[in-house]
């Protein structure tokens, strides 16, 4: 049974960092790519990056040039390096494993986790 949960939210002023991490168990086809979406209050769930199993990467623009994914395959743990921080990026981040190489949510992505908060604050 696959199994993927979200840690490293957590509360930050704007321009802060925060590092999340999203450990994996049980088998996750090699061939999926991993993802990191996020979803604020009264919006829908939107995609944040994804990274490929030859670790290509997307971004949204929102986040491009601030925000990195990346993976380490070995110790089976996704990570998404957030920098300057902005209040916009305030939500829900989930991570999620699927076999489309793409920043959209969809039910294509088959696997995801419950979760980590993430506040910014002016």
């Known amino acids: 049974q696959v199994q993927l949960v979200e840690s490293g939210g957590g509360s930050v002023e704007a321009g802060g960092s925060l590092r999340l991490s999203c450990a994996a168990s049980?088998?996750?086809?090699?061939?999926?790519?991993m993802g990191w979406f996020r979803q604020a209050p009264g919006k829908e769930r939107e995609g944040v990056a994804t990274?490929?199993?030859?670790?290509?990467?997307l971004y949204v623009e929102a986040v491009r040039g601030r925000f990195t994914i990346s993976k380490d395959n070995g110790k089976k743990i996704l990570y998404l390096q957030m920098n300057s921080l902005k209040p916009e990026d305030t939500a829900m981040y989930y991570c999620?494993?699927?076999?489309?190489?793409?920043?959209?949510?969809?039910?294509?992505?088959?696997?995801w986790g419950q979760g980590t908060q993430v506040t910014v604050s002016s």
């Open positions: 999620a494993a699927g076999e489309m190489f793409t920043v959209v949510a969809g039910d294509w992505w088959r696997y």
């Open positions: 049980g088998y996750i086809d090699p061939s999926y790519s």
């Open positions: 990274i490929d199993p030859y670790s290509l990467t």
